[in-house]
Structures are given as C-alpha cells and as structure tokens.
C-alpha cells in the first residue's frame, strides 16, 4: 500500500505517495542496466549502485505530471532454470 505524506508550504497542499517498485539489474559490457517493470522505465550506470540511483531519478521524472496506475504489489521477480541443448555445429572446411 502506497504511503502518503502531505507537505504544507504557502502553496496548495500537495501529496507525496512513496512507492515501492520493482528493480531488475544486469549487465551489458561495461554497463549495469537497470529495470523497472511496472512502469517499463529503465536507466543505466557504471556500478549497480549508479544505475539504480540513475533508475530512481527516470522512475521520479516519469512519474511527474502523469496520472500512471502502478499496481498495489511489486512484481515477483525470481530466476528459473532450464536445460538448453546446444545445435551442432557444422566443422570449419
């Protein structure tokens, strides 16, 4: 459930919903990518750390100024395993 927190300055009041979203990581070359499924929003960064923290910030400005439905509950994200056989390949002449 989404939490709310209500500023009060000299303007109108406005509401701050802190979300709690997915992040997916991998790696591409020297790139860390980072993913958010929900929104389908995704950043990158050298370390993970930066591509989160960069995944943070285009998940804050994607969310600004729209009315974005999230789902109530992150993703479940896990791993599986399966077995792949390899083609032949065919002998270099």
């Given at each position: 459930?989404?939490?709310?927190?209500?500023?009060?300055?000299?303007?109108?009041?406005?509401?701050?919903?802190?979300?709690?979203?997915?992040?997916?990581?991998?790696?591409?070359?020297?790139?860390?990518?980072?993913?958010?499924?929900?929104?389908?929003?995704?950043?990158?960064?050298?370390?993970?750390e930066e591509a989160l923290s960069n995944l943070r910030e285009?998940?804050?400005?994607?969310?600004e100024g729209q009315d974005v439905e999230v789902p109530q509950e992150p993703f479940l994200l896990?791993?599986?395993?399966?077995?792949?056989?390899?083609?032949?390949?065919?002998?270099?002449?």
């Amino acid at each position: 459930m989404p939490r709310i927190t209500h500023i009060y300055t000299s303007k109108p009041i406005v509401s701050v919903v802190k979300l709690k979203l997915s992040a997916a990581v991998h790696r591409e070359g020297p790139w860390f990518v980072s993913w958010c499924p929900e929104l389908d929003v995704a950043s990158q960064g050298r370390t993970v750390e930066e591509a989160l923290s960069n995944l943070r910030e285009a998940v804050e400005l994607y969310l600004e100024g729209q009315d974005v439905e999230v789902p109530q509950e992150p993703f479940l994200l896990t791993t599986i395993e399966v077995e792949h056989a390899e083609a032949a390949r065919p002998a270099r002449p």
